[in-house]
């Protein structure tokens, strides 16, 4: 078992501001930082990565986060902004309790967010 950091990135789609719903909406993107996840005790990075992506991670015609980067990191591993303030600390999440994160859609409340992506077989 090992920790991995996850990080994402968050995109918000300006252009679906004024969009009344009818027709394309209107693609005008920004991008808006992202987050880090700590994943403790998953069993590959590839698995951390894959439930980040499409356990976490959403997407719709408004904005969007993605996974950017998935890295096996030490016990005691704090990110660059975790080391400048303990308030802008990582999500942390147990892979043995991962469906019952509140950062988990389909796990702790199955109507929080829809699932925007088919999910692989074992995640």
């Given at each position: 078992m090992m920790n991995v950091h996850v990080m994402t990135q968050c995109r918000?789609?300006?252009?679906?501001?004024?969009w009344d719903g009818a027709g394309e909406c209107p693609q005008m993107w920004k991008y808006k930082g992202g987050e880090d996840y700590i994943i403790v005790g998953a069993p590959s990075v590839e698995d951390a990565e894959h439930f980040v992506e499409y356990r976490v991670c959403?997407?719709?015609?408004?904005?969007s986060e993605e996974v950017i980067s998935a890295t096996e990191v030490d016990e005691g591993f704090r990110t660059e902004k975790e080391i400048y303030s303990d308030e802008l600390a990582p999500v942390r999440i147990d892979w043995t309790e991962r469906f019952l994160s509140k950062w988990c859609r389909g796990g702790w409340n199955w109507l929080s967010a829809p699932l925007t992506k088919e999910i692989p077989a074992g995640i």
């Open positions: 918000e789609n300006y252009g679906a501001h004024d959403s997407e719709s015609e408004y904005s």
